[in-house]
C-alpha cells in the first residue's frame, strides 16, 4: 500500500513538472503564429496607416506576421471589445487612440470593465491637434477667437468629425477654459467637415495633422496653433493655444494593448517589438505626417498616461454634458 501511494506520488509530481515544463517552453516559443492586430476604425484612415506600418515592423522583430484586422464601429467600442474578450495569449492585440480614454465617461455601461480588461503594451506616439481657419478668416491668433466669442456667445462655430472626438472636445476645452461660447457642428467625418470650413458654412476645426496639413500647405487653411501643451517639433513656428489660455492641452496619441491576463513575458516581448519597430526611419516618415512624436514608452507608462486622460476628459465630459452619437 505505501509503495503505492508513493508511485502515485511521483507520477503526480512527474506530471506536474511536466506540465510546467511545457507551459514554460510554450511561453519560451512565443509567439509560433501570425498575431492579430484589431484597428478600431475603417481601412484607409490614419489609425490604419499607423497600425500597418507599425505591424510590418514589428513583424520582422518577432519573426511572425501580424495581420490587421479592421473592425470600426461605436466609436472604437466593437474593436476594443473584441480583444477585450480574447485569450489572453498575446495573439490578439489592439491599437488604441484618444477615444479610449473617452469613452468610459462618454458611454454609460461599457461592454468591457475598462479599469480590468486591458494590459498595456505601450504608448507608441503622441502630438497635438491644429486649430485651424479658413485662409481669409478674420482670425489671426487664438486671442482674435476668444475676443470675438465674447463679443457675440455662440455666434462662432467649430467643425469636428463627430461627438465626442478629439477635434470636438478640443473645442469643448477652450470653451470651458476661456470661458466662452461656441457653437459645436458635428459631421460624420473629418473630410466633410473641412469640405464645410473650406467653404464657410463653419468658422474652424480642432483638426488633426494628418487631416488638415494638405490643405494648409495648399493655401485652402490657416494653421493659427497646435492643441498640445508644448510647441510640436513637426509643426514648427505655430504657437500653442496654451499660451493665450493657460492649462489647455490636447492630445491624439497611439497604444497597443493586450487583454488583461497576458503573460508579462508575453507582454515584454510586444512592448520591445513596438518601441524597435516605432523608432524606425519608415515609422518616423508615416508619423511626421501625423504631426506625430515617438514616445515608444514601457506599459507602465502607457497605463500611467491614460488613467490621466480619463480624468481630465471625465471633468469635460459631465461639464459640457456631452452625449454620443
Not at 462618454?106 to 497635438?128: N, R, S
Not at 463653419?202 to 493659427?224: E, H, N, Y
Amino acid at each position: 500500500m505505501i509503495a503505492q501511494i508513493t508511485a502515485r506520488r511521483l507520477l503526480a509530481a512527474f506530471i506536474g513538472a511536466t506540465a510546467a515544463l511545457a507551459a514554460t517552453h510554450a511561453v519560451a516559443a512565443y509567439p509560433d503564429k501570425p498575431i492579430r492586430l484589431v484597428v478600431p476604425f475603417a481601412p484607409g484612415g490614419g489609425t490604419d496607416t499607423i497600425a500597418r506600418t507599425l505591424a510590418a515592423g514589428m513583424s520582422t522583430e518577432l519573426g511572425k506576421q501580424i495581420i490587421i484586422d479592421n473592425k470600426p464601429g461605436a466609436g472604437t467600442i466593437l474593436g476594443t471589445d473584441a480583444v477585450a474578450k480574447s485569450a489572453p495569449d498575446g495573439y490578439n492585440i489592439v491599437i488604441a487612440t484618444f477615444a479610449h480614454a473617452v469613452n468610459p465617461s462618454l458611454v454609460a455601461k461599457l461592454p468591457y470593465p475598462q479599469d480590468k480588461a486591458f494590459a498595456p503594451i505601450t504608448l507608441i506616439a503622441k502630438g497635438p491637434n491644429v486649430l485651424v481657419v479658413r485662409a481669409d478668416s478674420p482670425y489671426k491668433t487664438v486671442k482674435d477667437i476668444v475676443d470675438a466669442a465674447r463679443a457675440k456667445p455662440g455666434t462662432l462655430t467649430y467643425a469636428s468629425q463627430g461627438n465626442g472626438t478629439s477635434a470636438h472636445l478640443a473645442g469643448e476645452m477652450l470653451t470651458n477654459l476661456a470661458k466662452i461660447q461656441m457653437t459645436h457642428v458635428p459631421y460624420r467625418g473629418a473630410g466633410p467637415a473641412i469640405t464645410d470650413l473650406i467653404g464657410g458654412q463653419v468658422d474652424m476645426i480642432f483638426g488633426t495633422a494628418a487631416a488638415v496639413s494638405p490643405f494648409v500647405q495648399g493655401g485652402k487653411l490657416r494653421a493659427i496653433a497646435v492643441t498640445s501643451p508644448q510647441p510640436s517639433p513637426s509643426l514648427k513656428g505655430i504657437p500653442t493655444i496654451a499660451a493665450t489660455v493657460p492649462g489647455y492641452a490636447v492630445e491624439s496619441w497611439y497604444g497597443l494593448y493586450a487583454p488583461a491576463g497576458t503573460p508579462p513575458d508575453v507582454i515584454q516581448k510586444l512592448s520591445a517589438a513596438a518601441k524597435k519597430a516605432s523608432r524606425s526611419p519608415e515609422f518616423a516618415k508615416r508619423i511626421e505626417q501625423e504631426g506625430l512624436e515617438v514616445t515608444a514608452t514601457d506599459p507602465a507608462e502607457l497605463d500611467r498616461y491614460v488613467k490621466a486622460e480619463e480624468v481630465r476628459w471625465r471633468k469635460i465630459v459631465k461639464e459640457n454634458n456631452i452625449k454620443p452619437e
